[in-house]
């Protein structure tokens, strides 16, 4: 089993929908959660990122963690074109210094 | 303006021709690292390092070498590359914390022929 699952997508839909990407894992030693958003042709940058479990939102962008559960999410509202990209989540166990684990990523198309 | 600088940011070269990426940060990060992405592979680390002189084998070292003489630089070295190496790199850099939250450059196109 990979130790982080992600849909590659492509996920299409509509201007204004509420997009939900997910994550899920196997290693129970991670406690940094992190999302990235790549565009065509340029580097992963930072979205979001979480410690543990719980929700944590920033304008249209919520990040969900559950650890029991070992699953992620990270859902937009009110989509834009804009959004349009390629979505990584990542990981660390956070105890000293610790590789991040990226997921594959999932395409999101958003069209107007 | 804080970034990771990569150079070349595209490049096409012929079996067995050494070339260096560079990449340079303006952060004072300690941590920086190399990753190739490959359709439906992902990112994979291939080289990382968390201080001046301290480097450590990622996933895929294979065919790479690095140096961290500096801790702004940290060059990518293919001493004989491989049609097998053709991808898209990226430098990445970061404090070291619980987070880790990586910063990356902007990438580089690498065709070996």
């Known amino acids: 089993q990979k130790e982080v699952e992600q849909d590659p997508g492509p996920l299409s839909v509509p201007e204004g929908a509420i997009v939900s990407l997910n994550c899920t894992y196997s290693?129970?030693?991670?406690?940094?959660f992190m999302w990235y958003r790549q565009y065509s042709r340029k580097g992963p940058e930072l979205l979001m990122y979480t410690y543990s479990s719980g929700n944590k939102e920033d304008g249209r962008f919520t990040a969900q963690v559950d650890k029991s559960s070992k699953y992620i999410s990270l859902f937009i509202r009110d989509s834009q074109p804009s959004d349009s990209a390629t979505y990584l989540c990542a990981m660390s166990e956070g105890s000293g210094y610790s590789t991040l684990t990226f997921g594959k990523g999932t395409m999101l198309l958003v069209s107007p | 303006e804080a970034q990771v600088t990569q150079n070349p940011r595209y490049l096409i070269t012929v079996t067995g021709k050494k070339l260096t990426v560079t990449c340079s940060q303006n952060m004072n990060h300690e941590y920086m690292s190399w990753y190739r992405q490959d359709p439906g592979l992902g990112l994979r680390q291939i080289y990382y390092s968390m201080n001046v002189e301290v480097t450590d084998k990622g996933d895929v070292p294979e065919g790479y070498k690095v140096s961290r003489k500096e801790k702004r630089n940290f060059p990518l070295i293919l001493e004989s590359p491989s049609p097998n190496q053709t991808s898209l790199y990226f430098c990445a850099s970061s404090f070291i914390s619980g987070a880790n939250v990586l910063t990356f450059g902007a990438g580089s196109r690498l065709t070996v022929l």
């Open positions: 290693n129970s030693a991670f406690q940094y």
